[in-house]
């Protein structure tokens, strides 16, 4: 009994200590976190913005076309993680506040000296450039204000930026805009076209079954009226949009979508907060098929068939409508940016039985896939396996194989989670099979390493992009050539050494550097192929060096270069 009264008390406090935590974020503070710059905050990407797979989950802002500006903690607290990768945010900064948020730092070009030389003793201890580390809560304080970094344009950045996130206490992104960081902003959002998409079996517009683009015309007050629509059955709409702030051009994200039918609101889009366990669900949002074939994205207003997005707000009937013959409708649109600037869309609507009816085209094959079933096919030696879930809808998909070489449907489907791709290595040597990977062919047949698992004779490869995948060998070793120094050169005047590394066909997996034997630590920036050593690192005492470099790619072709330079 004793033991029940005191796990009962441990739980109520437990849930007391929880409700307090929420509650301390229900209301959401304006006047906590600063600028992360020391200049006019001029964006070249919005929070929630639609990137490739997922919605952009902070806010890039502009350095003024170049690297090295100061960084500065936006409010007190700790590093709480450093994450440092070739990809993605490359240099990137996590900051645990008091009042449980986090401030996140990427693309950036260095450390502070404190936090960098944290780095660099366990980069060296492990031997390694690639590094997460998870800083204790005494070790790395800072205060607001503090400069904790320089901007740059490390990982998947394309040109110099910072990117910079505010993360609620269960990690989920949201918009910084409503911390009370301000983006100068008194342009209305664009609208570039507008959608209409009959769903139902029966459901028509202008007498047929097939998405269509609705004709807008630009009234004085800057609002749209779209031409009439003669529909019937249940139908729903699209929109391409974009928003400008003030001081850059960038086609940036919207913050909010209201529709509203006959003056009841029916579908709402908001992009205050959002998890990353959800983002890939960005392509049920879009019309995904439309994207891959026009590289522009149409936002649906309406909510598609196990879509879990919690962006959606006072959705009826999944956003979408059901015209009814001889009725009249008015569905308007009206796309705001976070600063209240807003455009206005009015969709006039007549219910109307066609006489003629086109209906939707169905390109149906002999594999249909259930959404909710899992699927496997062999041909060839090649096995296809498809869990259930990979696909958001049942979808007709066109398989064939020819050779080792499987045409697995086209990349205008989305996958939402891994499928298998598997080959029969049997007929191949061991010399062979080591050297062979698992490729997807792109633009002209280009092969691209798929990540290849080998077992015995099976060769094994997940994706999440539809195309056709084969057996490619790779026999070349990667190349790797001085770019700032020769063999038998002094270079005392240099404040780093550089070599560039490039492979045409597996790609690089690996490097390893050593001056006289011992290890020194080379960053690799994959978007000029080079590697850098820094000899601030002072690892580099030698008048005379020997550096060996070694790289290897997917396949294990190795190569090695070898240089002697000198310093004083």
């Known amino acids: 009994m004793l033991f029940y009264m005191t796990m009962k008390k441990t739980f109520a406090l437990i849930l007391l200590l929880f409700t307090a935590a929420t509650q301390a974020q229900s209301k959401i503070p304006s006047d906590f976190f600063q600028n992360p710059l020391n200049v006019d905050l001029v964006l070249s990407g919005t929070f929630g913005e639609l990137r490739s797979n997922h919605f952009h989950s902070g806010m890039d802002i502009k350095t003024q076309q170049r690297e090295g500006l100061p960084v500065v903690a936006a409010a007190d607290g700790f590093v709480s993680r450093i994450n440092i990768q070739h990809y993605g945010y490359g240099k990137a900064l996590y900051i645990q ?8 730092y990427g693309h950036l070009q260095k450390f502070s000296p404190e936090i960098e030389a944290y780095i660099k003793k366990q980069q060296y201890a492990k031997e390694t450039y690639e590094i997460e580390l998870f800083p204790k809560a005494d070790e790395l304080k800072v205060t607001a204000s503090e400069l904790v970094a320089l901007s740059g344009n490390t990982g998947g950045s394309g040109g110099p930026h ?53 004709k807008l015309t630009l009234l004085k007050d800057g609002s749209f009226k779209a031409e009439q ?21 960038n086609n940036n994200g919207i913050y909010q979508i209201d529709a509203v039918l006959n003056g009841d609101s029916i579908f709402q889009l908001n992009f205050d907060r959002f998890s990353f366990s959800e983002t890939r ?29 919690s962006v959606y707000r006072n959705v009826v009937d999944k956003g979408t409508i059901t015209i009814q013959d001889s009725l009249t409708y008015l569905y308007n649109i009206t796309i705001r940016d976070f600063a209240g600037n807003e455009r206005l869309i009015r969709v006039p609507i007549k219910g109307e039985q066609p006489t003629d009816k086109i209906s939707k085209k169905i390109n149906e094959t002999d594999y249909l896939v259930k959404a909710n079933e899992a699927f496997n096919v062999e041909e060839n030696g090649i096995d296809v396996y498809i869990p259930k879930g990979s696909l958001y809808e049942d979808t007709y998909l066109d398989i064939s194989f020819t050779g080792d070489t499987i045409h697995f449907h ?39 390493y798929s990540s290849t698992y080998k077992k015995g004779n099976r060769f094994t490869t997940g994706v999440r992009t539809f195309g056709d ?87 294990g072709n190795s190569n090695t270069y070898e240089a002697t330079f000198f310093r004083k």
Request: proline share 5%.
């Open 281 to 309: 669900h960005l392509n049920q949002m879009i019309d995904y098929e439309y994207f891959s074939n026009n590289k522009s994205r149409i936002t649906r207003l309406y909510v598609q068939p196990s879509n879990p997005l």
């Open 410 to 448: 086209q990349d205008d489907t989305p996958i939402h989670s891994n499928i298998t791709i598997g080959f029969n290595v049997s007929e191949y040597s061991e010399e062979n099979k080591e050297k062979m990977f698992i490729a997807r062919l792109g633009y002209r047949g280009r092969p691209s």
């Open 229 to 249: 629509l003669n529909a019937c059955g249940e139908i729903a709409f699209g929109v391409n949009t974009v928003d400008k702030q003030d001081g850059a051009p």
């Open 162 to 214: 910072l990117h910079f996130e505010i993360r609620d206490g269960q990690q989920r992104p949201m918009n910084p805009k409503l911390f009370g960081i301000e983006i100068k902003d008194t342009q209305a959002p664009t609208v570039n076209s507008l959608y209409v998409y009959p769903l139902g079996e029966n459901a028509h517009v202008n007498g047929s079954g097939e998405r269509q683009r609705v």
């Open 469 to 555: 995948y084969t057996l490619v060998a790779d026999i070349k070793p990667p190349f790797i050539s001085p770019v700032n120094f020769k063999d038998g050169q002094w270079i005392s005047s240099n404040n780093n050494i550089k070599v560039r590394i490039t492979d045409d066909l597996s790609g690089i997996k690996s490097y390893r550097a050593t001056v006289n034997g011992k290890f020194i630590l080379m960053e690799y920036e994959y978007k000029n192929n080079t590697l850098t050593h820094d000899f601030s690192d002072a690892v580099v005492t030698d008048t005379e060096n020997k550096l060996k470099v070694i790289v290897t790619d997917n396949v």
């Open 97 to 104: 506040h008091p009042n449980g948020y986090t401030t996140v």
